[in-house]
């Protein structure tokens, strides 16, 4: 009787071990691989390979980095409509601008 309510005590330990969260759930991974690449390569042959925040700013630049417009440590999805083509300063800046909003809080 003893040892069966043990092994249940020891049972319910074990579930709420693996119950624990690694991670928060709502934070989408972000591709990694192969997925990611061919991802980036649909996303900038949508945008022509050009920065759409200097579209947005009238100006005509060649892109590179595909970046998530809401990032995913901020509740952003990993769809297309979320991502777009970006120079690397605006990509830069970007950053620099989200590293502060998180620093934030
Ligand atoms: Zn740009």
Redesign the pocket.
């Known amino acids: 009787m003893k040892l069966q309510t043990l092994r249940s005590a020891l049972k319910t330990a074990r579930s709420r071990i693996t119950m624990l969260p690694t991670q928060r759930p709502d934070v989408v991974e972000r591709k990694r691989g192969s997925a990611g690449v061919r991802d980036r390569e649909r996303i900038r042959a949508r945008d022509c390979g050009l920065?759409q925040?200097?579209k947005r700013q009238g100006?005509t630049?060649l892109?590179h980095p595909v970046d998530h417009i809401v990032p995913l440590w901020n509740g952003g999805s990993d769809d297309d409509s979320n991502k777009e083509t970006?120079?690397v300063?605006?990509h830069d800046a970007k950053t620099a601008r989200e590293a502060r909003q998180r620093a934030r809080g």
């Open positions: 920065c925040e200097c100006r630049t892109g970006l120079c300063p605006c």
